[in-house]
């Protein structure tokens, strides 16, 4: 047994993404208790905030996806409780967690990201959606990619081809949150680009290159086992690798996130352009950072066993 101590795994939450966190908390706790860690696993629910005070654990481990894992809140209330967390501190999930606002701050420090519209619902019923798509097609072009601004799992995201099908899109999108980010479509290949602070400084794990059979990496696509092919080490150049990898420590930085992130971003031609980060990276046996860190010979359990001896030294 570690030295550690008793610590928790969270997972499950109320968004649409509580299927995919129950997977990647099982995954983790079976990783953990591997790696010789006393751990259990807990929800975020009504009995969470007893039984921390009850029993109170060295660390927690989130790995909610979605609202309430990523958005900030349940770090708030960690926070709150005085329960050191592996991850980025609430305020710097929310930035990282709304889809604008994380492209503004990086693109402050330089990256690329997809040229955009965002849009609450009210914006575009209170002004009419055909007259504010039409200056969004004006502006944009197509083909669009329309997501929502704080989502995850690729739920309520549409490829756009035509004018025709935007209506359904932004409706898609709403019917999974409040505010629709419309981007220009940007071709090319997909990388994951996992960021890891063991201590020392936030260095990218090799990048996982993203190839769905069905053309797109939509929620089928990432977790039903073959239907997407993973490359890691990835086939591009190495020039365009050693780009992705530093954009994905730019945005780490930028973002001012902590321990463990995952960028994803799209190489199209020789431009990188950043999608978003997510600051509870997926785990699940499909999920991209644990085939990186096997890429980089770490072992998921030991990873996750350092980042949470981190944060119960770190005391927050
Ligand atoms: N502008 C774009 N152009 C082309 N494809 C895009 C664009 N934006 C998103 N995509 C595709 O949609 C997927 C989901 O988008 P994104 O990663 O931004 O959101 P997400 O739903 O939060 O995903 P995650 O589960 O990774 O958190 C991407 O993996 C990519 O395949
Ligand atoms: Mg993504």
Redesign the pocket.
Same mark, same amino acid.
């Given at each position: 047994m570690s030295d550690l101590g008793h610590v928790l795994v969270l997972a499950g939450g109320l968004s649409a993404?509580r299927a995919v966190s129950l997977r990647s908390g099982e995954r983790v706790l079976d990783a953990l208790r591997d790696a010789g860690v006393e751990a259990d696993l807990a929800d975020a629910d009504a009995a969470l905030i007893p039984a921390i005070t009850a029993d109170p654990p060295a660390a927690v481990f989130p790995a909610i996806?979605g609202a309430c894992g990523e958005d900030g809140s349940i770090r708030e209330v960690l926070g709150l409780l005085s329960v050191p967390y592996v991850g980025s501190t609430a305020v710097a999930s929310r930035s990282a967690f709304d889809?604008p606002t994380a492209k503004a701050v990086v693109a402050g420090a330089g990256l690329r990201t997809?040229a955009?519209v965002t849009l609450p619902r009210e914006t575009f019923r209170d002004l009419g959606g055909s007259a504010v798509l039409d200056r969004v097609l004006a502006r944009l072009g197509l083909p669009l990619?329309v997501?929502?601004a704080r989502?995850? @799992?690729?739920?309520?995201?549409t %490829?756009v081809q035509t004018a025709a099908e935007l209506p359904n899109a932004m409706m898609t999108c709403f019917g999974y949150g409040d505010t629709a980010l419309v981007?220009?479509?940007?071709?090319?290949t997909?990388l994951?680009v996992g960021v890891l602070d063991l201590g020392d400084g936030p260095r990218a794990l090799p990048p996982v290159e993203?190839h769905?059979l069905g053309g @797109?990496?939509?929620y089928a696509a %990432?977790y039903t086992a073959g239907q997407t092919e993973f490359f890691v080490p990835g086939r591009l150049p190495a020039d365009l690798v050693a780009r992705a990898s530093d954009a994905a420590v730019t945005a780490h930085r930028a973002l001012g996130l902590r321990d463990l992130s995952?960028t994803?971003l799209?190489v199209s031609g020789h431009e990188v352009?950043f999608?978003?980060v997510?600051v509870a990276p997926?785990m699940t046996e499909t999920s991209t950072l644990p085939m990186a860190l096997a890429a980089a010979g770490r072992d998921l359990g030991v990873t996750c066993r350092e980042l949470l001896r981190i944060a119960a030294t770190r005391g927050d």
């Open positions: 993404e996806h889809k997809p955009s990619f997501k929502p989502g995850g @799992s690729a739920l309520g995201a %490829r981007e220009e479509f940007v071709p090319g997909e994951a993203i769905p @797109s990496y939509d %990432r995952r994803d799209i352009f999608l978003e997510n997926g």
